[in-house]
């Protein structure tokens, strides 16, 4: 049978485009000249009619890069969930909150077609709640700087205070 792995996951049957079956497979699969795309050629294990597939990364959005180095799309959903979360029961309404998404959302996007760090966005996002509401503020960067220690949480507390 065809099957193909890669980083441990199957790559994903496509219906044949002559009998529209799932029974396909990869038969060769090789980056592209530059290794921007990878060019896999399938086959119909019904009709044995073979077509030609390309993998390229999505780059119509803008592309995040996580603490740990992984790199996906940026989710403005995601954005304005922990947006909402950090402003939950304080005196930040929703619409509020979607302005914030909207407007760091608008900023990320005019960078189109680069990799930001996630720590930028939340820095972007940390400076707006400040304005407006310290506890959400305060929650909202103990989720993205992921306080493991008591003590940071504290200093960054103090440095509230401070201001
Ligand atoms: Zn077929």
């Known amino acids: 049978m065809y099957t193909q792995h890669v980083v441990g996951l199957e790559v994903s049957k496509l219906n044949c485009p002559n009998c529209d079956t799932d029974s396909t ?56 969930g922990g947006v909402l979360r950090a402003v939950e029961k304080r005196p930040v309404s929703e619409d509020e909150a979607r302005g914030i998404a909207d407007e760091v959302g608008a900023e990320v996007r005019a960078n189109g077609g680069e990799v930001v760090e996630t720590s930028e966005i939340g820095e972007k996002i940390s400076e707006r709640l400040r304005e407006m509401d310290e506890v959400a503020y305060l929650r909202f960067v103990s989720v993205y700087k992921e306080f493991s220690d008591p003590d940071e949480f504290a200093q960054e507390l103090d440095r509230i205070k401070e201001d």
């Open 25 to 80: 497979g990869v038969v060769d699969s090789r980056p592209t000249n530059g290794g921007e795309a990878v060019r896999r050629r399938r086959e119909c294990a019904d009709c044995g009619t073979r077509f030609t597939t390309y993998e390229r990364t999505e780059w119509e959005g803008v592309q995040v890069r996580k603490r740990h180095g992984e790199i996906e799309p940026f989710d403005r959903e995601k954005l304005l």
